[in-house]
T-cell receptor, first 113, second 115 residues
Framework: DQQVKQNSPSLSVQEGRISILNCDYT??????FLWYKKYPAEGPTFLIS?????DKNEDGRFTVFLNKSAKHLSLHIVPSQPGDSAVYFC????????????FGKGTKLSVKP | KAGVTQTPRYLIKTRGQQVTLSCSPI?????VSWYQQTPGQGLQFLFE???????NKGNFPGRFSGRQFSNSRSEMNVSTLELGDSALYLC??????????????FGPGTRLTVL
């Protein structure tokens, strides 16, 4: 049973517009959430994280929103750039098990010039 | 500061053989986690070591094992290789203290092909 779900396998956005990537989770023990960007045959690159005590975290063009009651988080990229084209993974860790990240299946983002 | 390094980057083995992969964490990081990535299953957690002790373990058979050395470097071993073990094996390091949210940083991975 998938504890972290990214229901959109792909997303296409025009350069300069907003990209919104979504993630849902089922485990209420998750207390830390992360987004990674990944290119084929490379390791994931950390983008941004959020602790369960917050509902928003910003870093430059990237903002993550957390809605604990809905068990939902989203990554906003504004403005989107062609270099943002990659697979984005949502990941979560549970209290007392922070060495173990549970990943979603990923969303492939394509930003068109 | 140097990132996470993994060696070798590519490996080709045949069924029944064994393989050892190596990971050097970011300097100062004491936790090393290993993941397997396959097209069908995505990224799956194998195990995590902290201060030379296995702290967490995923749902993989005993053929998959690991260890961590006093300098935090880690190795992963897979014995009696099967075709289904073909995957990208990723290592991630983090500072690692218990009870606190911790960000993992990934290496480039080792691509293992089993023939």
């Amino acid at each position: 049973d998938q504890q972290v779900k990214q229901n959109s396998p792909s997303l296409s956005v025009q350069e300069g517009r907003i990209s919104i990537l979504n993630c849902d989770y089922t485990n209420s023990m998750f207390d830390y959430f992360l987004w990674y960007k990944k290119y084929p045959a490379e390791g994931p690159t950390f983008l941004i994280s959020i602790s369960s005590i917050k509902d928003k975290n910003e870093d430059g063009r990237f903002t993550v929103f957390l809605n604990k009651s809905a068990k939902h988080l989203s990554l906003h990229i504004v403005p989107s750039q062609p270099g943002d084209s990659a697979v984005y993974f949502c990941a979560a860790s549970a209290r007392g098990s922070q060495g173990n990240l549970i990943f979603g299946k990923g969303t492939k983002l394509s930003v068109k010039p | 500061k140097a990132g996470v390094t993994q060696t070798p980057r590519y490996l080709i083995k045949t069924r029944g053989q064994q393989v050892t992969l190596s990971c050097s964490p970011i300097s100062g990081h004491r936790s090393v986690s290993w993941y397997q990535q396959t097209p069908g299953q995505g990224l799956q957690f194998l195990f995590e070591y902290f201060s030379e002790t296995q702290r967490n373990k995923g749902n993989f058979p005993g053929r998959f094992s690991g260890r961590q050395f006093s300098n935090s470097r880690s190795e992963m071993n897979v014995s009696t290789l099967e075709l289904g073990d073909s995957a990208l094996y990723l290592c991630a390091s983090s500072w690692g203290p218990s009870g606190r949210p911790d960000t993992q940083y990934f290496g480039p991975g080792t691509r293992l092909t089993v023939l």
